[in-house]
Structures are given as structure tokens and as C-alpha cells.
């Protein structure tokens, strides 16, 4: 049984910094890209920073790039997102994902790519 695990979220002041942290358990052999999406009402989702795991490419989203950092922890399957200067516009439901070992992407962003999800944890800047 997969299963995401998603903390750090909160409620914070605009410029203020947030660091999120996801944990994949469950995965055959090791989660090959893992990522974080967003959603906000009334938006798509959003594709925030996607990592590959075995010392491969990264990718930012638009709206984030230099603003956000994702990396993998020492621990398995682990991933944070390190989220500095947040703006108003950053508010929303942030969601982990994950790929099985069996998994190549050629859009880290696509969340069509990711088949395993968290629950999500809130962000707001306000």
C-alpha cells in the first residue's frame, strides 16, 4: 500500500519562508521522480517542482522558480520543498506526488506522469 505523507504547511505573512516535506512509503524499489503540485480555488492544478531521484534533472514552475527549492532528504523516498520571499498568490492546497521505479518522464510537470498523490497540506499567505 503506497502511501505520501505531506507536512510543513501553515499559515504564514507574505515574505515570510515555509519548508514542506513529503515521505513515500510503500513504493517497489524506490520512487524514480517526485514532485509538488498545487491548487488554489478556482485554478488548475499547478505543477510547482519535480525532482528526479537517482541525481537527475530538476524543474520549477514559472511562478516559483527562485523562489522554491526542492530536494531530497537523507532519508528514502523523502523530498522537500523549501519556499522563501511567499507571496499572497502562493496560497494554496499542496499536494506530493510520486512515480513507481519503473517511471521515465520527459515533463517532470505533467501530473499525468505521477501516480501515486498525497492528501495535501494548506499553505497561506496572507
Known amino acids: 500500500h503506497v502511501q505520501l505523507v505531506e507536512s510543513g504547511g501553515g499559515s504564514v505573512q507574505p515574505g515570510d519562508s515555509l519548508r514542506l516535506t513529503c515521505t513515500a512509503s510503500?513504493?517497489?524499489?524506490?520512487?524514480?521522480?517526485m514532485a509538488w503540485f498545487r491548487k488554489a480555488p478556482g485554478t488548475e492544478r499547478e505543477g510547482v517542482a519535480a525532482?528526479?531521484?537517482?541525481?537527475?534533472?530538476?524543474s520549477y514552475g514559472h511562478s516559483v522558480n527562485g523562489r522554491f527549492t526542492i530536494s531530497r532528504a537523507k532519508i528514502d523516498n523523502t523530498v522537500h520543498l523549501q519556499m522563501d520571499s511567499l507571496k499572497p498568490e502562493d496560497t494554496a492546497m499542496y499536494f506530493c506526488?510520486?512515480?513507481?521505479?519503473?517511471?521515465?518522464?520527459?515533463?517532470?510537470?505533467?501530473?499525468?506522469?505521477?501516480?501515486?498523490w498525497g492528501q495535501g497540506t494548506q499553505v497561506t499567505v496572507s
Open positions: 525532482l528526479r531521484m537517482s541525481g537527475g534533472g530538476i
Open positions: 506526488a510520486a512515480t513507481g521505479d519503473d517511471t521515465w518522464l520527459m515533463d517532470y510537470l505533467a501530473p499525468s506522469g505521477y501516480g501515486y
Open positions: 510503500g513504493i517497489a524499489g524506490h520512487a524514480n521522480y
